[in-house]
């Protein structure tokens, strides 16, 4: 048996082991209780909608020792020793942002706890903030400091976005292949692959070469499931070319961007991005300051080219652009161009917690679930949406955060006690 093979086998035997034991632990905190026992938190006369669950409804949530214990039609409000009151508004599974930067203190990323009022969002994906040189500074000082739950893709380029707004591949030698294999392969409880950014005046004269050996990084981790996340703008050469190079499970960022040589080519989907869907690479949004053309998304939502996930693209550039894309604002979006509410609240949910693949019952809120919830209303009303091309849109609702719980913790005063952080 070889080392990489080896390798898998035990990481997808410790996978097993960590589920089994997460699922006793979440068992035993919910049967050591009598039925008449306080909850640590009941957030009360919400809609709940799950669409892990298929669940829409009014239901009251109770929490207890950071995971959710009951969701009943009702419970009692004297049972909560701390009670959220939900009317009026939506309760979700804690919001998942699959393309976010929170690598903060330098860069253009920013801190995911400070954002929270703007975004509801429980759990952050580091899209490749930092390279080899820089990750584990990243995981030690950001990473175990935060509350709100950071996972990350490890970007190819070993100096990470750390030259923006430099193009960090122009020189092909910081994409070392058996570095950043090695950074996966210690690390596979948070990072989830490797991020290549593939736009013209970031890779320069090396065109695919960069995505090439972020395909080769994963593979040569032995991680079982570590996929690539590919973003393009105007892309370099043939976009069917790099398209054909995604396996099933890789993410391709930035769809509709617009950005020059991207997914729609005068009103019509490649064939290439469609045979990729369709062979299970997976579509992200990535709005950003700079990746989102209502007139390329309107073309590929008719033609069948769907996202898997709607993130954000949030960091400190992208915050003071006109789209403005916190993450439920940009689910507005997706909201008003017709897809419906529980699509676009699985495309923040379970659909990137099943990209993840690291947190069991992450994305829902099923008994013995982490705690995570994003509380949010759907007003109603005229709004006005613009994309990152100046393109302007009308709406009639969009989502508006109103509190977040991560762990069964609300954010914000008062503070409860015992007081954990993160």
Request: hydrophobic share 45%; with cysteine; net charge neutral.
């Amino acid at each position: 048996m070889d080392d990489v093979t080896r390798r898998t086998l035990l990481h997808g035997a410790g996978a097993s082991l960590a589920a089994a034991g997460f699922i006793q632990e979440a068992m035993a905190r919910v049967a050591a209780f009598g039925p008449d026992d306080p909850y640590d938190l009941v957030v009360r006369g919400g809609e709940v909608i799950d669409p892990s669950q298929n669940l829409r409804g009014r239901r009251d949530i109770g929490i207890r020792n950071a995971m959710i214990a009951a969701v009943e039609r009702e419970i009692a409000p004297q049972r909560g020793t701390q009670t959220l009151d939900a009317a009026g508004q939506l309760v979700l599974p804690g919001l998942i942002d699959f393309h976010a930067h929170v690598l903060h203190g330098g860069g253009i990323g920013l801190s995911g706890d400070e954002l929270v009022p703007y975004t509801g969002t429980t759990t952050y994906v580091s899209a490749g903030d930092a390279g080899v040189g820089s990750f584990s500074a990243f995981k030690r000082a950001v990473i175990a400091q935060s509350r709100t739950r950071i996972l990350a893709f490890l970007h190819i380029s070993s100096i990470g976005l750390s030259g923006f707004p430099v193009g960090e591949m122009l020189n092909i030698d910081h994409a070392r292949v058996d570095a950043a294999a090695k950074m996966l392969a210690e690390n596979p409880d948070v990072l989830l692959g490797m991020k290549v950014r593939e736009t013209l005046d970031v890779v320069g004269q090396n065109g695919l070469e960069p995505l090439k050996r972020a395909i080769a990084a994963t593979e040569r981790s032995g991680v079982e499931g570590a996929r690539v996340m590919c973003h393009i703008g105007n892309a370099p050469g043939d976009l069917s070319a790099l398209l054909d190079l995604l396996r099933p499970g890789d993410v391709l960022t930035h769809a509709y961007s617009g950005a020059g040589n991207n997914t729609v080519v005068n009103g019509r989907v490649l064939d290439a991005a469609l045979a990729a869907k369709r062979r299970g690479v997976l579509i992200d949004v990535g709005h950003g300051g700079g990746s989102f053309d209502y007139t390329v998304c309107e073309a590929a939502l008719q033609q069948g080219f769907t996202p898997d996930i709607i993130s954000s693209d949030v960091h400190a550039v992208s915050v003071n652009t006109p789209g403005k894309p916190f993450l439920p604002w940009v689910m507005s979006k997706f909201l008003n161009l017709g897809v419906p509410l529980e699509h676009v609240v699985a495309m923040a949910t379970i659909n990137p917690a099943t990209a993840i693949g690291r947190v069991p019952r992450l994305g829902t809120l099923q008994v013995g679930a982490p705690a995570d919830l994003s509380i949010v209303a759907l007003v109603e009303g005229p709004v006005d949406f613009v994309d990152t091309r100046q393109n302007q849109r009308k709406g009639e609702r969009h989502i508006k955060p109103v509190q977040t719980v991560k762990a069964g913790r609300p954010f914000g005063r008062p503070y409860p006690q015992p007081f954990a952080w993160p």
